[in-house]
């Protein structure tokens, strides 16, 4: 009876460590086939927290003079909604927000990701003309874990940029490189800062 | 504090010298009686010097967390985990029940732990519910596998913990229609009373009260009323079966009686948690005010004093509401005390009435 207890719990105890690496190696592959697409990113900080050094990112991209919002449906119990990502020039941009993943699949374009989108347009008020439409964007992907050296770097090179996406070239934008799998799951896969990529990489 | 065996020596000798026990017998005695294990100063130290050894290993690890490559701090990660399983498993094997029990705790709380600490190191990101649901369902696979009370007690926490982290509090806002306590506490509640394990029998029912009570609370299509009076009914049912089996189930009827009986209260309670003044709460804190008087009156003959204490608390809970209820109306709320007083005083007299032969 003992041996058969002990049986038990080794055979529980490893089952449960193959599903951890199994985790790992699932996320990982999923990472790397997954669609790239790039998206804007605000500034962050870099935090120590009791889960270690991390990096706060929020997703946030601007539509110039006031554009209006992407057309958005009724969001799900959780506030999501089935996002479709176009490109438009360096980044990618949310175009709609459907309440399924079918009607985003039917339009045919881009890339579907599930996520929340909360957008801000200015009123037609003359006071509030000029000032941008602001899109936030939230995927899963809040943090990006880097020693605390290389997140206060990254947070220096933003600063010197305002960490604000601009039109014009006159300095690089900061991005956020993140995968989309089959799922529709975005998973991180690294950031962009002054044209330099920074990769998360596994191994 | 004196030793068994130095109080045995002096009552031994006292005993003798009144004539109550045989000199004779007085070494054959002292020889029967064990003194049970102490540690001395080497295993104190020894035990000492193992913790230190690990509060060193800890902070090490810590500090060169960041500098580590992810794969490595990943298969640290799995490192404990296994070697805690290894730890269990041996214990189990060797008939060591206490220590089995402890290391498939720790090994329960050092896979959550994992699971989190695999999230950072690769930045997958995950949902705090269905992480702490996956943890708690790995410590019940694992309390199941070892029979241990503490690892299902660890998953039973764990459960109730991925219950509260829901993204959204309104209606059908977590993963799950319903919360997963409602189908694990149960789970708990059996392993409790087959396993003979107080502590696991008094937490996993506990839990299945909050489980029910989150369900009851949690918004959807059936009022929370309706809900409330089902939850009741079926607390009162089980109160019930636990008390026709006082005679012959041992502590786990008597157990889980006082915890069904905790439940139905409340849950009446919340039964009739509306203000309005009308017939319907006129009846409702009439049912609560009798039931809470049955609750102490069968606590008292049953000798169960946890039972009492929840009856007591139930009484002074509806008190307070039909004062809230009736505001002003003092007189009205005097008549009804006045009632029930009457009706206790004379059941009171009754039963002690009868109690003399």
């Known amino acids: ?203 | 504090m004196a030793s068994y065996r130095a109080r045995l020596e002096r009552d031994l000798d006292r005993w003798i010298s009144d004539g109550l026990v045989p000199a004779g017998s007085r070494a054959a005695i002292l020889s029967e009686a064990h003194e049970p294990k102490r540690l001395d100063a080497a295993a104190a130290l020894g035990l000492v010097g193992a913790m230190l050894l690990g509060a060193a290993t800890i902070a090490f690890v810590a500090a060169n967390w960041d500098g580590m490559a992810r794969w490595l701090r990943f298969a640290l990660v799995l490192l404990a985990f296994l070697a805690a399983v290894g730890g269990a498993a041996e214990a189990a094997r060797r008939d060591r029940a206490h220590a089995a029990n402890a290391l498939l705790a720790l090994a329960a709380l050092i896979f959550a732990a994992a699971l989190g600490l695999t999230g950072q190191i690769f930045d997958i990101a995950g949902d705090p519910q269905r992480l702490l649901w996956s943890a708690g369902l790995v410590a019940g696979a694992l309390a199941a596998a070892g029979r241990s009370s503490a690892a299902a007690v660890v998953a039973l926490a764990l459960i109730a913990g991925g219950d509260i982290a829901r993204e959204d509090w309104g209606p059908g806002g977590g993963l799950l229609p319903a919360p997963l306590l409602v189908l694990t506490a149960p789970l708990g509640v059996i392993a409790g009373w087959r396993w003979r394990s107080t502590p696991l029998a008094h937490v996993a029912a506990l839990a299945w009260v909050m489980g029910l009570l989150h369900l009851v609370l949690d918004g959807g299509a059936v009022e929370i009323s309706a809900r409330s009076w089902l939850a009741f009914t079926f607390a009162t049912v089980l109160a019930a079966a636990a008390r026709a089996r006082f005679g012959s189930g041992g502590t786990p009827p008597r157990l889980f009686y006082g915890w069904a009986v905790l439940g139905a209260l409340l849950f009446l309670g919340v039964a009739g948690a509306q203000e309005a003044a009308d017939a319907a709460t006129f009846l409702h804190r009439t049912l609560w005010l009798a039931a809470s008087l049955g609750a102490v009156v069968l606590g008292r003959a049953d000798r169960h004093g946890f039972s009492t204490t929840v009856g007591v608390v139930s009484l002074l809970a509806a008190v307070l509401a039909i004062l809230l209820d009736l505001g002003l109306g003092l007189m009205a709320a005097a008549g009804l005390f006045t009632a029930f007083a009457v009706l206790a005083l004379a059941l009171g007299w009754v039963l002690r009435g009868r109690s003399r032969p």
Not at chain 1, 74 to 84: A, H, L, S, T, Y
Not at chain 1, 154 to 175: H, K, Q, S, W, Y
């Open chain 1, 1 to 203: 009876m003992s041996l058969w207890r002990a049986g038990r719990i080794a055979a529980v105890g490893g089952a449960a460590a193959l599903g951890l690496i199994a985790l790992v190696a699932w996320e990982s592959h999923a990472r790397e086939n997954g669609t790239e697409v790039r998206m804007a990113m605000e500034a962050f900080d870099p935090r120590n927290l009791l889960t270690g050094h991390y990096a706060a990112i929020e997703l946030r991209d601007e539509l110039p003079d006031g554009s209006p919002c992407p057309p958005l449906a009724e969001p799900d119990r959780r506030g999501r909604v089935w996002i479709v990502l176009r490109r438009a020039g360096d980044r990618d941009r949310v175009a709609a927000g459907f309440a399924t993943r079918a009607e985003a699949e039917s339009l045919g374009v881009g890339v579907v990701v599930l996520g929340r989108v909360d957008c801000q347009s200015p009123n037609a008020a003359p006071a509030s003309r000029g000032l941008p439409t602001v899109i936030r964007t939230d995927l899963g992907v809040e943090r990006f874990h880097a020693d605390q050296d290389e997140a206060e770097a990254i947070e220096r090179a933003l600063a010197r940029g305002g960490g604000r996406p601009v039109e014009d070239g006159r300095l690089p934008a900061a991005f956020a490189v993140i995968s989309v799998g089959d799922d529709g799951r975005a998973r991180l896969k690294g950031v962009i800062v002054e044209g330099r990529r920074i990769d998360l990489d596994f191994f």
